[in-house]
């Protein structure tokens, strides 16, 4: 007879330090009235009242990851901004539709409860939600052993909005003659990141040495929330875009209407110079454009007689400026000229 003890914690399993992790994430509270705002962690589920200020409301949902910008968090072992980033990739989403985000959700799986790890992302997370106006009500933390390697692990996030109907940003709004603004990026925000490992790997770039790749590549996603909400409460937006994977030109398009065309002046954009060193360490033009943001973290698409009331609702660094205008057409994106890297 085998008597053997066989237990979830030698299986690589520890229930208990994912309980401390729990108690820790719910422990995290910023003070609203004397409540903990957090304090619906570790229940069943959570519960959520809609604004009874929106009228006829819709309801919105987003969910996304960070993708492989998490190697370079493994690599550089910091874990304080990702969090930031996977709020903001779901949020920059929800808001294109003029949704408001109203809860956060996350996903962690990872080979082993790794506390420290866990608390540095956890708190991006919080951070994340505190610049979007929502709150963070629940998620699911995963240990794995077996299926990530040692050390590895992967996020997701969902977030849920609302928006009222006749405030809902479609595609109708956009009209012939509309300008189209650009808000800068932080970075590169979260897409991208394979072809970025990739170039590093293949040039032997030790990015722990790289002062300027060090402070570049973990920069967090900036989160757009407050400013567009501020121009749709205020009637003066017909559309917007966020800048993700396919850049520019590919999800531009994903908001323009039939006949109508997207013109994009590429010399008017305003790149970083973390593109500009992409660009000097061998991707191409049409590589840059298809992959990377390039600087335009986010696209307006606007009345041209409501262009002076924009910038108010921007913070220097961020302020809106135009790319290009919405003409006849077919193709739905032109772009016009090309990208001048060394500004």
Not at 35 to 49: A, D, Q, V, Y
Not at 86 to 98: C, E, F, K, R, T
Not at 160 to 169: A, C, D, F, Q
Not at 302 to 317: D, P
Request: aromatic share 8%.
């Amino acid at each position: 007879m085998n008597n053997k003890k066989f237990t979830y914690k030698k299986s690589g399993v520890n229930i208990k330090a994912a309980d401390k992790f729990v108690n820790f994430i719910s422990s995290v509270s910023s003070k609203k009235k004397g409540k903990k705002k957090f304090s619906n962690i570790g229940g069943f589920g959570s519960i959520t009242n809609i604004p009874n200020n929106i009228n006829q409301p819709q309801i919105v949902a987003c969910t996304d990851g960070v993708g492989t910008k998490i190697e370079i968090a493994n690599y550089l072992n910091k874990f304080d901004t990702i969090g930031i980033d996977l709020v903001a990739m779901s949020v920059n989403d929800l808001i294109v539709q003029g949704a408001k985000p109203l809860f956060f959700l996350d996903y962690i799986s990872i080979n082993k409860i790794d506390l420290s790890k866990l608390k540095s992302i956890i708190k991006g997370i919080i951070n994340g939600c505190k610049l979007s106006g929502c709150s963070l009500v629940g998620g699911e933390t995963a240990e794995m052993p077996g299926t990530y390697e040692k050390g590895k692990f992967d996020i997701a996030g969902f977030a849920v909005g609302v928006v009222s109907r006749n405030k809902v940003l479609n595609k109708n709004k956009i009209k012939k003659n509309d300008l189209i603004l650009a808000v800068p990026s932080s970075g590169l925000h979260s897409n991208g990141f394979s072809l970025v490992r990739f170039l590093i790997n293949k040039k032997k770039i030790n990015i722990t040495k790289n002062e300027f790749l060090k402070s570049e590549l973990l920069k967090p996603t900036k989160i757009y929330v407050k400013e567009v909400m501020n121009l749709v409460s205020k009637n003066l937006l017909n559309g917007c875009a966020n800048i993700t994977g396919g850049g520019i030109s590919d999800n531009i398009k994903r908001v323009i209407p039939e006949n109508l065309v997207a013109e994009i002046n590429l010399s008017k954009i305003k790149t970083l110079k973390i593109f500009k060193w992409l660009k000097d360490n061998g991707v191409t033009d049409k590589e840059m454009l298809k992959t990377f943001n390039c600087g335009v973290g986010f696209c307006l698409i606007i009345n041209k007689n409501k262009l002076n009331k924009i910038n108010r609702f921007f913070s220097k660094n961020y302020k809106p400026y135009i790319i290009g205008k919405i003409s006849s057409g077919k193709n739905k994106v032109k772009l016009n000229g090309s990208i001048n890297w060394i500004k």
